[in-house]
């Protein structure tokens, strides 16, 4: 039995019975010679052999196999169980991996026998493509035993580290040379991001606010592109502008003519401008205007002036006088013979004394005028070119002419005239 052999005498009819007698139980797979049924022929010798069957545990992909066998030679274990092997399976014997070869020749008995078939995986790289069988356990096994070389910014798809699959398709990405300026840098290296946002992810490179890129984060990569990374700031500047305040009159029934009273005070407004301002890479490309705010009110100047008309009297070398109005101008005096000798006035007067020439916004025409030392007169014409409105010329003929230049103070005398300047101009002495 085995390597082993017993001789001994027996009256047993058959090998069975023998096999009883000597308490010997077959099992699954067991070779015996001759068999069971085999009837002994008395005072003949017989020899019974027994070959006991090992138990075998076959791994095969994600099949599992237990059997007994007599076979030693794995390859004839596995021609026993029907499986073939392709020459690109890797096979382990009781943890062993062999190869094919060594696995036809081995020299003992196995109890494990692990086989990984042979798997079809693709491999593109780029626009060449390769159709492998292999048994390794990665891709990164698969791209070495396809003789692939990979630089460190390619990527592969899946990882290197992933498990293959029958039918795996493994995509190897070759980096690009690119050339990439930011922050006043360049940097020249390979990328193996597909488009120019992968690409500057990879660089390290990050986009933030308002950044852009040229050309755009969604253009494809070509090799030796340049990336030109634009950084883009936004300020806020604001401008104040001053709202001068202007001076408004209101007429006041109840105050007296030339009189007046500041009602509301003046105020210069602030109105404030907003500006955006855009910078790319610190220089400024752009301003929009946001808009503006009154942060300060503008308030006018108010001044109520008097309309009620007052008469009052001033004794003349001529008489008591009636005057409804007062104020002080400079008088100088001329006569035809400065003129040339002409003695018609602007309304079609004689020039004589009692002519009086001034201001028709000021002073009426027509109307009457007292000025002391002058004597009684009436606003008939007009005078030259002056540095002030509050200045009056002082007619004569030409016998009885004076000089004037001096300030005096006139008297505009009744009757009121029909139209009369209410608001007078603010007093300014002539020049």
Not at 267 to 291: A, D, K, L
């Amino acid at each position: 039995m085995g390597d082993q052999a017993h001789t001994y005498n027996t009256s047993a009819q058959t090998v069975a019975d023998v096999l009883a007698e000597q308490h010997i139980t077959l099992t699954p797979g067991d070779m015996l010679d001759p068999s069971l049924a085999t009837t002994l022929v008395p005072l003949d010798s017989t020899t019974i052999r027994l070959i006991r069957a090992r138990p075998i545990h076959i791994i095969h992909g994600t099949e599992t196999r237990d059997l007994w066998t007599t076979l030693v030679n794995p390859s004839d274990i596995l021609k026993q169980s029907d499986i073939v092997l392709d020459p690109k399976d890797r096979i382990w014997l009781d943890g062993q991996s062999v190869s094919t070869g060594e696995f036809a020749l081995w020299p003992m008995s196995v109890q494990s026998i692990v086989i990984r078939p042979a798997m079809s995986v693709t491999i593109l790289d780029g626009t060449e493509e390769v159709s492998l069988s292999t048994a390794v356990d990665t891709v990164g096994e698969a791209l070495y035993e396809a003789g692939m070389t990979l630089f460190a910014a390619d990527t592969v798809t899946p990882d290197l580290s992933a498990s293959l699959t029958p039918n795996t398709r493994i995509t190897i990405t070759r980096a690009q040379p690119i050339t990439i300026l930011a922050d006043g840098q360049t940097i020249d290296a390979l990328y193996s991001g597909q488009t120019v946002g992968e690409a500057l992810a990879e660089g390290g490179v990050s986009l933030t606010g308002l950044d852009y890129s040229l050309p755009t984060e969604e253009s494809a990569v070509t090799p030796g592109m340049t990336i030109q990374i634009i950084r883009v700031t936004e300020e806020l500047i604001t401008e104040d502008e001053s709202l001068p305040f202007e001076t408004l009159y209101q007429a006041d029934a109840a105050r007296e003519l030339d009189t007046r009273a500041m009602i509301q005070a003046g105020q210069n407004g602030v109105r404030r401008h907003t500006m955006r301002i855009r910078y790319e890479n610190g220089q400024e490309i752009s301003r929009e205007y946001m808009g503006s705010e009154e942060i300060t009110p503008l308030q006018n100047h108010i001044v109520s002036y008097g309309t009620q008309i007052v008469l009052r009297t001033i004794d003349t070398p001529e008489g008591p006088r009636e005057y409804w109005r007062t104020f002080k101008v400079y008088a100088t005096s001329y006569h035809p013979a400065a003129l040339g000798g002409d003695n018609r006035t602007a309304i079609g007067m004689t020039l004589v004394k009692g002519v009086i020439g001034g201001d028709p916004k000021l002073i009426p025409w027509r109307t009457n005028l007292y000025v002391p030392e002058y004597g009684l007169g009436v606003m008939g014409d007009t005078g030259g070119p002056r540095g002030s409105r509050y200045w009056i010329d002082l007619g004569y003929s030409d016998e009885d002419y004076v000089s004037w230049h001096r300030y005096t103070e006139i008297y505009l005398l009744t009757p009121v005239p029909e139209e009369i300047p209410y608001l007078l101009p603010t007093w300014a002495a002539p020049h």
